[in-house]
């Protein structure tokens, strides 16, 4: 079975493509246009359990998530409860008001 050839299409689109008449600049719209940031896509609105709040992670090793996993499901109770009661422990170790 032999393979056609699409390259002379492709290049005879292109061709054509050059040969348009050039498109008017539109003239410029007072309303200003939402871009997406450098760093990706426009972020979408946060669940009302989650604003004015902010994401504290850390790196471990493999085992202690298990762990934790494993507690919780062991407590029937999310990773986010305890470690919020890990963060309050810490803060009353160490003579600071609970605020997690």
């Excluded at 760093?39 to 790196?59: E, F, H, V």
């Amino acid at each position: 079975m032999t393979r056609k050839s699409t390259t002379g299409g492709l290049l005879k689109a292109l061709g054509q493509l050059d040969q348009r008449a050039p498109v008017a600049k539109e003239t410029a719209d007072p309303t200003p246009v939402p871009t997406s940031s450098a760093t990706g896509p426009p972020k979408a609105p946060l669940p009302p359990s989650r604003q004015g709040k902010k994401a504290l992670t850390g790196y471990f090793d493999p085992a202690v998530l298990k762990q934790i996993k494993m507690m919780a499901a062991a407590e029937e109770t999310t990773i986010q409860a305890l470690m919020t009661e890990a963060i309050n422990d810490l803060f009353k170790k160490h003579g600071k008001p609970h605020i997690a």
